[in-house]
């Protein structure tokens, strides 16, 4: 029971472009969520999180946005950089103090030069 | 500091042997976890420590698997009798408060193959 999905695999996009990566959760006791990044032989790093009482948090070039009623967040990459280049995951927590995070399958971005 | 570091990075064992990985966290971070990944899936949530105390399995952490932060400080994950259905990723992690607005910091795993 996927309660996060990235239904996308992969996206490809041009050096300078916007690279929208999008996600579905269905547990409606998620209270924030998260967006990681993955390099080949590394473990994810954290990138930039949302509370579920807001629906936007911006931090350089990256924004994530929240739509609580239809259960969906999108991360945008702007301007995108090659060095972009990695596998996504967007990850939700519950609230009631629980340490667990719940991860999606992750979304592969190409960024091309 | 350098990190979560885990160690081996990489292990190969037969069926049904014992095979254990040792975590570090960084070092003042009172707060550690596994998750494992299979290939094509994000990290999936095993167990969670604050300092020794274990305080979160996931159903996934079946009674062949053990994990142990006896001081607060490292930690071990031991699967015993290996199947060929634990080849993965194991992924470690670890935290102060605040894993909302920074979330964990994670190593660079222990890939393990079981033949």
Known sequence: ?113 | DTGVSQNPRHKITKRGQNVTFRCDPISEHNRLYWYRQTLGQGPEFLTYFQNEAQLEKSRLLSDRFSAERPKGSFSTLEIQRTEQGDSAMYLCASSLEGIRDYGYTFGSGTRLTVV
């Open chain 1, 1 to 113: 029971d996927q309660q996060v999905k990235q239904n996308s695999p992969s996206l490809s996009v041009q050096e300078g472009r916007i690279s929208i990566l999008n996600c579905d959760y269905t547990n409606s006791m998620f209270d924030y969520f998260l967006w990681y990044k993955k390099y080949p032989a590394e473990g994810p790093t954290f990138l930039i999180s949302i509370s579920s009482i807001k629906d936007k948090n911006e931090d350089g070039r990256f924004t994530v946005f929240l739509n609580k009623s239809a259960k969906h967040l999108s991360l945008h990459i702007v301007p995108s950089q090659p060095g972009d280049s990695a596998v996504y995951f967007c990850a939700a927590i519950t609230q009631g103090g629980s340490e667990k995070l719940v991860f999606g399958k992750g979304m592969k971005l190409t960024v091309n030069p």
